[in-house]
């Protein structure tokens, strides 16, 4: 409309032009006929009416002049319409005016949204439709297989286009870890002493700058002994807000510790002795808001203890307390089954469960049934979790070395039929920890690694080529022999991980790996137990090993780190349950050549 507008004004003008002296050049009529189609909204009535005389003035100059008028108002016109177009596009920040910047922190969400969202001038789809299983399958379309432009990536195989989207997704979890923790070089970034006296000038520290300080310095020295049972500790972690860490030992015994002054010893809230367990304690998690504790053994039963049903220490199973069983029923093979992991909803309602029956189950715990199964993998099912808080889409990893992604949205097979798998392990798959936000997360694998991941490079579960090409693997058995190659050398030849960490060992139990907590570290490192009875920290910004933690004299297989406080905890084969909460700077250690 603006440009119809623009012709008919050059196309009045260039007849105005023409006209001859005897009419008078620009009259009166053509002059208010021409204003209604250069009327500006920023000018005022006294600078139309200025512009009215002048036209007048030079209309009675002669042809001569007047000819040459004309150019010069068509570039005024067209001046004034692109400042037009700038006015009209620009927003108005009257409102915002309270702001206070310096008081303003940085919003990490707002930075994976822009940056996660944006890609190459377009907005990225959601990550998961709610739709039918079909157009989730096209949302989340495998990276690697996505069309590139044609001028940049026609020329790429498909192998180059997934390294270089693997690379971007790495770049962008990079860029969002600096940002939370205000990235700095390490020869340019000021003291932690001179941030100390910045913040006893203003008073206080905002969430970014307390990760920034808290992501410099880690846990180390010696640790504190908090507990020394008399047999193997298999479950090590804290609850969602810090209150309580949870040890589980093979000897039937789950204790549960207070640790809500983390600077005085921990003290021994519930003992909980449980019975008809098959071999050990598999697996435990506690509610959201702690009320309930369920653990799981080799058993399709589960059992769940009510934390606030008696103030009693010590909790027996059908003795001074009722452990509930949660039975899941017949499943699908011919005798009984175990379950070795399980996670509850961030609402409380569904259990999470992963089995030895190649399956996984999702249970209701106020009905009491399960709800969904699917056939999820060839072997065993040894680590499950949910991707974010949403509890819609949830991993599963097995011992067919294969993670999949399962959406319970996606119709009424969304449990049933899998979404997408990340392929990339090469043995099988020990343990899965997500980063909260429905998009990364980590696996340990018994092909001694821990891979990163982001779930948008999954393929199609149908792809015959991962069916065809060779997958080197080896005829061994973890649990009491050495892995029999090397880490650094096998290479999955599909793998979708887009970060691979070394230097620990997954051997002789499922050990564990975790993410460190947003408060204080913005979850820039990742750490995992070992089979050397170490405790390994790796940066995920430097993709190198962080710190090595040394206590147990046999395997650690679980540890965890306090979401609030700088403090790590750990339990191990020797029984003992230690935690570390030292806080010498780590600047200037070196631990990249260290290993068991």
Known sequence: ERERERKRSDDELESAAAMDKGEGALGSGHVGEMEK????????????????????????????????????????????DREEEEEEDSFDYTGLDGLDDSESDFDIDDYDSGEDKQQDGKEEEPLFHSGAPEMLARSMQPQGECSAPKDEESHLSRHEILQREKSRSLERLQGILQARIGWEDPSTRPDISQLIKAREARGHWSPS????????VLPNGEPEVVDVGNSRAYIGHFALNGDVFLAGF?????????????????????????????????????????????????????????MNATDEVQSIQNITDVHTPLD??????????????????????????????????????????????????????????????????????????MIKVWDRRCGEDGVNRVQGMLPGHTEGIAHISPKGDGRYFISNGKDQKCKLWDIRTMCNSTSGQLKKDKIESFDWDY??????????????????????????????????????????????????????????????????KAAVFRFHRSVMRDCDWHPYHPMLASVGWDGSVVRWQKLPELEGQNHNQVSC
């Open 37 to 80: 189609h250069l009327e500006r909204p920023t000018c005022d009535d006294s600078e139309i009416q200025g512009q009215q005389d002048l036209s007048r003035e030079e209309g009675n100059r002669g042809s001569e002049e007047k000819n040459e008028d004309p150019p010069a108002s068509r570039d005024d016109v067209l001046q004034d």
């Open 209 to 216: 700058k307390r990760a920034r300080i808290s992501s410099r």
């Open 250 to 306: 093979q000897n039937q015994t789950i204790r549960l510790y207070e640790v809500n002054q983390t600077h005085r010893p921990w003290k021994l809230r519930k003992e909980i002795v449980a019975k008809a367990l098959n071999w050990t304690v598999t697996d435990t998690c506690l509610s959201p808001n702690q009320q309930l504790l369920v653990y799981s053994t080799i058993s399709p039963v589960l059992h769940a203890v009510n």
């Open 328 to 401: 899941f029923g017949p499943g699908f093979s011919e005798g009984a089954f175990g379950l070795w992991a399980i996670s509850f909803s961030r609402d409380g309602k569904y259990i999470l469960a992963g089995s030895s029956d190649y399956a996984a189950y999702l249970f209701d715990i106020e009905a009491q049934r399960v709800v969904a199964r699917a056939r999820a993998h060839k072997d065993d099912v040894n680590s499950v979790c949910f991707a974010d808080e949403s509890d819609h889409v949830f991993l599963s990893g097995s011992d067919d070395t």
């Open 479 to 544: 649990r009491w022999q050495p892995y029999p190659g090397n880490p650094e050398k096998v290479k999955h030849p599909h793998d979708r991980s887009i970060a691979t960490f070394t230097g620990h060992k997954v051997l002789q139990t499922l050990i564990r790996c975790r993410w460190s907590p947003a408060e204080t570290t913005g979850q820039r490192y990742i750490f995992s137990g070992s089979q050397c009875g170490s405790l390994f920290v790796y940066d995920i910004l430097t993709q190198k």
